[in-house]
């Protein structure tokens, strides 16, 4: 008895939180089945709707943005996933870019069969996913038969040199293992570096160039585009550099709101940039991907999350708009120490957790889900709101909601709507829409740059949005409110 009312209380707890569970275990007390049969019948009809939806969009994905041969995203992906890098205002601004050219396809396809090309590609495809599966946020893509293309963000040009020689050189070795592939086959390896300066022109430009010197090579080694750089930093300088820039407060806040429908705003995305010793202002992906090669990245969260309250504690007076967005790195929550100074940081602030949300990107849930339900768990238990951010309605992010149940998620405009494949997007958005309000998640549209894209997204349904369109960037000192 004891345990069949432990599990409806569990259950109704559940479903109070738009988790909605189905209790196996039908008690034998009449009263109590008929409390169990009622809640299951409530549910089960959310349920087969949440897993429906997602099956739904999953199958619009796989026709936009999937090479049907390879298994791998294709170039519409590539170019989605470059544009959003670029336009970041965070680390995944700076990265590397490694081009793969596979000659001699089109003949072994004609000549020894469409089954063994095939093969060798999705092959293929299974080594450059394995070879970069460590990489937060990185993206594999097949962009033409011949080619493969990988986005590698926050990785500094020595590790995508490693890199593409590792792939490479395995790459050769599945060719030389085949029958009669090195009859036909032979691969070429290009890198490029890519910065928030950049736009998909350039680094496909920087690519192509490369790929050139690498074709003409003696040895077939990878070749790097070479920068017109200013002087290189070494590790200990660039540890300096960071540690002296926190230390000095020379850490730069601004922000921009995200606003309601009715343009009222809902909170403030916080962003940080770097004052250099003369005194010019450098974007976080200047140096963000040093700060986590040093694994400094957790060290400046922790400086950002004590900022951001205590400019919020100063205010006197804190209306409810006064709310603010912290993106949590990677780097961070798979700290143990970091988790434990979360921990105490959230409890001593608990008067602010009206005016604090914490986010993490959709790469760190997808690479870290059991770390980042923890996080959330932790964060959301303190009374704070946690959010989702560059949610590319990925599958396993997508399946992941319904547990981790943000307040809210942020996609860009990109992923919401194309005048191109308008019917696509409307069953994913739709979908998506369908989703949200199950399980009370608010679905903010972001990278909204033009009117119209804003119509757009005003038309679709949506009620929150952020992007130079709708509010620009403004220093966090003079924000309004």
Same mark, same amino acid.
Request: proline residues 3%; glycine residues 6%.
């Given at each position: 008895?004891l ?7 569990e ?6 939180e738009?988790?909605f569970?189905i ?12 409390v ?5 019948k409530m ?7 949440y897993?429906?939806?997602i099956?739904?969009i ?9 090479d049907m ?5 294709n170039?519409?992906? =590539?170019?989605?996933?470059m544009?959003a890098?670029l336009e ?17 396809? !089109?003949q072994?396809?004609?000549v020894e069969?469409?089954g063994?090309?095939e ?15 460590k ?6 893509t097949?962009?033409k038969?011949?080619e493969f293309g990988?986005?590698l963000?926050?990785i500094?040009p020595?590790?995508?040199?490693d ?13 030389k293992?085949?029958t009669?592939?090195?009859d036909?086959l032979q691969v ?15 680094? =496909?430009s920087?690519?192509d ?11 077939n ?12 930093l070494?590790?200990?300088e660039w ?6 820039a926190i230390?000095s ?5 601004s922000c921009? !709101? ?5 343009? &009222?705003? =809902? ?11 003369? +005194?010019?202002?450098?974007s976080?992906?200047?140096?963000m991907p ?10 400046? #969260?922790?400086?950002v ?5 205590r400019?919020?504690?100063e205010?006197?007076?804190k209306?409810?708009?006064?709310? =603010?967005?912290?993106n949590?790195?990677?780097d961070?929550?798979q ?6 100074w ?12 009206a005016?604090l ?11 870290? !889900? ?21 949610f590319?309605?990925?599958d #396993?992010?997508l399946?992941m909601l319904?547990?981790?149940t943000?307040d809210?998620?942020k996609v860009?405009?990109?992923?919401l709507?194309?005048?191109?494949d &308008? ?6 958005l739709?979908?998506?829409q369908?989703?949200?309000?199950s399980?009370?998640?608010?679905l903010i549209?972001?990278k ?5 894209q804003?119509d757009?997204?005003?038309?679709? +349904? ?11 960037i403004?220093?966090?000192?003079r924000h309004?409110?």
């Amino acid at each position: 008895m004891l345990k069949s009312l432990d599990r409806i209380r569990e259950q109704a707890q559940a479903i109070g939180e738009n988790k909605f569970i189905i209790n196996p275990h039908i008690p034998s007390t009449v009263e109590l089945k008929q409390v169990v049969l009622q809640m299951n019948k409530m549910v089960e009809p959310v349920q087969n709707n949440y897993a429906r939806s997602i099956e739904t969009i999953k199958e619009a994905k796989l026709l936009r943005f999937k090479d049907m041969v390879s298994g791998l995203y294709n170039k519409a992906y =590539f170019v989605r996933m470059m544009q959003a890098n670029l336009e970041s205002q965070a680390a995944v601004s700076k990265g590397e870019v490694i081009l793969l050219t596979i000659e001699g396809l !089109p003949q072994l396809k004609e000549v020894e069969g469409y089954g063994v090309s095939e093969a060798f590609i999705k092959e293929a495809a299974g080594i450059l996913k394995d070879k970069t599966q460590k990489i937060e946020g990185r993206v594999v893509t097949c962009i033409k038969e011949t080619e493969f293309g990988l986005i590698l963000p926050c990785i500094l040009p020595e590790n995508a040199m490693d890199m593409a020689e590792s792939i490479l050189k395995d790459l050769l070795k599945l060719i030389k293992k085949g029958t009669v592939l090195e009859d036909y086959l032979q691969v070429y390896a290009s890198v490029a570096s890519y910065t928030y300066e950049d736009n998909t022109s350039t680094i =496909f430009s920087k690519l192509d160039y490369s790929m050139i010197l690498a074709k003409n090579s003696q040895d077939n080694t990878p070749v790097h585009f070479k920068e017109k750089t200013d002087t290189l930093l070494g590790r200990g300088e660039w540890k300096t550099l960071i540690e002296t820039a926190i230390d000095s407060n020379n850490i730069v806040f601004s922000c921009q !709101p995200v606003l309601t429908l009715e343009e &009222q705003t =809902f909170y403030r995305e916080i962003f940080i940039a770097m004052k250099d010793d003369h +005194g010019i202002v450098k974007s976080a992906g200047f140096f963000m991907p040093m700060a986590m090669e040093l694994g400094l990245a957790r060290t400046i #969260d922790q400086h950002v999350m004590t900022q951001v309250a205590r400019l919020i504690g100063e205010k006197k007076q804190k209306p409810v708009e006064d709310a =603010f967005g912290v993106n949590v790195s990677a780097d961070f929550i798979q700290d143990r120490n970091s988790f434990i100074w979360a921990r105490n940081f959230l409890s001593a602030q608990k008067s602010l957790s009206a005016h604090l949300a914490f986010e993490m990107s959709e790469a760190v849930l997808i690479r870290y !889900p059991e770390i980042s339900l923890d996080f959330a768990g932790l964060v959301r238990g303190m009374g704070f709101s946690f959010g989702i951010d560059n949610f590319t309605i990925n599958d #396993d992010s997508l399946a992941m909601l319904q547990q981790l149940t943000p307040d809210y998620i942020k996609v860009d405009y990109a992923y919401l709507y194309d005048y191109r494949d &308008q019917a696509k997007f409307k069953i994913t958005l739709t979908m998506l829409q369908s989703i949200t309000e199950s399980l009370n998640i608010k679905l903010i549209g972001t990278k909204i740059e033009t009117s119209n894209q804003l119509d757009d997204l005003k038309a679709a +349904g949506i009620q929150y949005f952020q992007g130079r369109q709708v509010a620009q960037i403004q220093p966090l000192e003079r924000h309004d409110g």
